[in-house]
């Protein structure tokens, strides 16, 4: 088997057909299987998928386990040579997989690989190209710097915007909606951290692999589509709560210990009162 596609599935009956749809109506010439895991959804997606694709292997979770979980049940009943974890609300364009996994091949120090993601409007979605968010991206990021100086390679670095989008680039982190990895390099650096209920376990791992020695790269050879947002409900006041504890999770994990007691208070003291003002302004809008 030369590639495991990994769907996890949560309330997302549409766009999971059309993702389904989208990688059997193209072309694809090699050898692949679909694991959709479902965390209980309740607007039919799994029959769904028992009524109208036999040969997609199913995982029904009893409850809603979380993006990183949901993955590595699919991960440990996959097959295939190569991992791809691909979002349900995500269309793939004609050989698509089979570009990715002959660049690999090519290339065997690639450990993650990422195609070109780009938004229904044909914008490139930015998340797909990304540095580690250290403090210093992270407040170029914060206060608007990133995107009043996106070709500086200082201000610019969160979403690499100063990179060409249509060039491969080696980079720090991927996006989990489309991330491609070497099955020797997951056996190497483990699974998704489960700490991570959603949000934030791509770049984690991505942060492992590159620490492991692998190299990360940015593809745009390959497309897809990336219907951002319509997996999750950005208005859900718990998935606003995980986004902000991912990146606490992730600073407490990788960079506690590099930094000062004064930096690590001060990230700790913005994270908080950004989730506090989102859950307050969320609130209002509901």
Known sequence: ???????VSYNNKKLLKQTIDSIYDTRQNINFEIIVVDNKSTDGSVELIKQNYNQVKLIENK????F?????IGIKQSKGRYILLLNSDTI???????KCIKYMKQHPDIGALG?????????LDPACKR????????????TGLSKLFP??????KYNLTYLDEDEIHEVDCLVGAFMMVKRETIEQVGLLDEDFFMYGEDIDWCYRIKNAGWKIVYYPEAQIIHYKGG???????KLIYEFYRSMYLFYNKHYKDKYSFLTTLLVYSGIGTILALKLVLNAFKR
């Open 63 to 66: 409850n809603n386990l979380g």
């Open 92 to 98: 793939v364009t004609d050989n698509c997989f089979e």
């Open 231 to 237: 997996s999750s409900d950005k208005k859900n006041p």
């Open 131 to 142: 540095s580690f968010p250290t403090p210093e991206v992270s407040f170029y990021r914060m």
């Open 1 to 7: 088997m030369d590639l495991s596609v990994i769907i």
């Open 68 to 72: 990183s979980k949901a993955n590595n």
């Open 115 to 123: 195609c070109k993601v780009v938004l229904p409007d044909g914008k």
């Open 151 to 156: 070709k500086s390679k200082r201000f610019g």
